[in-house]
């Protein structure tokens, strides 16, 4: 759907995206992430040819987007949706007018500038087919009773939703999300990523999630792209990366637990929901090799429609070995934390 190939993008001589290589399935829930001033944005806008960019290559829908024309880049747009942080409402309209806006845009295209500016003052009455595809989009967001009020009088998660609706009017193939999660708080977070979901699985839309919220990655993204200063860090699938704890993640993610200074730290991966629901690792190990741990922390978290996790414990130094071997037998999933080491325990 998407192929990107040394992409290189430039503002005044200074590199913002250096040799990008990857791509994008049809179908697929993809995240870019990354600090501020990582990129990310930038190489979304790259997609639908808002932003130009000085080498490599962007093909999306089997269109090269720096070979087209205007009027090529208007119909690559028409099939591109995209949601923003600020939500990017017109404010004097109410909730129809703002998703059917883009509808009446194309049913009829402006000739010029100044008869755009025309159709934003004076509203005439849609047609049946634009106020069924409008009606459609709202029943979708449960926003049709909610039709004729102003955008103003809505909460954030509601607007969000408009914008969304406006979005998938034109039925796109593609959806980019522009940190669209950012300025809501995190049950309305979550309401939105589920209602993404569900768009992403009853119309098989491509989506590319651009956002700083590690957690709306693990919710709802297939696979992710980490950028710093514009340049891949890591590529793959979002509970692979996590879980194998890469260097480049751990960068980025600050750990929210403080390690014992004294043994070794340990960390356990939980690779699948099976490995959590079984008998108590830690209370087995400990039983059996008669050690006693500490734990120093752990956590579950859902990566799309599983749960999985980690447990962190803290081994004397003295039981390292027999510890390691019991780990292996058994076919466990860990790593080494915070003490130079860099032993990664897997099954063969």
């Known amino acids: 759907m998407i192929t990107?190939?040394?992409?290189?993008?430039?503002?005044?001589?200074?590199?913002?995206?250096?040799?990008?290589?990857?791509?994008?399935?049809?179908?697929?829930?993809f995240g870019i992430v990354g600090n501020s001033g990582a990129g990310k944005s930038t190489l979304l806008r790259c997609f639908n040819g808002l932003e130009r960019y000085q080498g490599g290559s962007v093909t999306v829908m089997g269109k090269e987007v720096a070979a087209l024309n205007e009027a090529g880049l208007k119909a690559l747009r028409r099939d591109i949706g995209?949601?923003?942080q600020n939500f990017g409402l017109m404010g004097r309209k109410n909730v129809f007018e703002n998703v059917a806006f883009p509808?009446?845009?194309?049913?009829?295209p402006p000739q010029s500038f100044r008869e755009f500016l025309a159709r934003l003052q004076f509203w005439r009455a849609p047609s049946k087919e634009v106020t069924d595809r409008v009606?459609?989009?709202?029943?979708?967001?449960?926003?049709?009773?909610?039709?004729?009020?102003?955008?103003?009088?809505?909460?954030g998660g509601q607007k969000q939703r408009v914008g969304i609706a406006r979005a998938l009017a034109l039925y796109p193939k593609i959806l980019l999300c522009d940190e669209a999660t950012s300025a809501l708080d995190p049950n309305t977070t979550m309401d939105i990523l589920s209602l993404l979901q569900s768009i992403n699985s009853r119309l098989k839309l491509t989506m590319v999630v651009v956002?700083?919220?590690?957690?709306?990655?693990?919710?709802?993204?297939?696979?992710?792209?980490?950028?710093?200063?514009?340049?891949?860090?890591?590529?793959?699938?979002?509970?692979?990366?996590?879980?194998?704890?890469?260097?480049?993640?751990?960068?980025?993610?600050?750990?929210d637990?403080?390690?014992?200074a004294t043994g070794t730290?340990?960390?356990?991966?939980?690779?699948?929901?099976?490995?959590?629901?079984?008998?108590?690792?830690?209370?087995t190990m400990a039983r059996d090799l008669d050690i006693s741990f500490s734990i120093v922390g752990g956590k579950l978290e859902r990566y799309l429609d599983d749960v999985l996790g980690f447990l962190i414990i803290n081994v004397p130094?003295?039981?390292?070995?027999?510890?390691?071997?019991y780990m292996k037998e058994k076919n466990l999933h860990w790593e080494v934390l915070g003490n130079g080491r860099d032993n990664v325990g897997r099954p063969r």
């Not at 040394?6 to 399935?25: A, C, M, Q, T, W």
């Not at 009020?149 to 809505?154: A, P």
């Not at 590690?214 to 696979?223: L, N, P, S």
């Not at 637990?257 to 014992?260: F, H």
């Open 211 to 255: 956002t700083h919220q590690m957690e709306v990655v693990k919710r709802i993204c297939h696979r992710l792209l980490l950028l710093d200063k514009g340049i891949a860090q890591c590529l793959g699938k979002t509970e692979e990366l996590f879980i194998s704890s890469t260097e480049c993640l751990k960068k980025f993610m600050e750990d």
């Open 135 to 155: 009606m459609e989009f709202l029943e979708l967001m449960g926003l049709a009773d909610k039709h004729f009020e102003r955008v103003q009088s809505l909460s």
């Open 265 to 283: 730290n340990i960390r356990l991966m939980f690779m699948s929901p099976r490995e959590i629901s079984q008998d108590a690792v830690i209370t």
């Open 317 to 325: 130094d003295e039981h390292l070995d027999v510890v390691f071997c």
């Open 4 to 29: 990107v190939k040394n992409l290189e993008k430039h503002y005044g001589g200074v590199p913002v995206l250096r040799d990008l290589s990857f791509s994008i399935e049809e179908g697929e829930i």
């Open 103 to 108: 509808l009446r845009i194309w049913e009829t």
């Open 82 to 84: 995209m949601i923003f």
């Open 257 to 260: 637990y403080t390690l014992i």
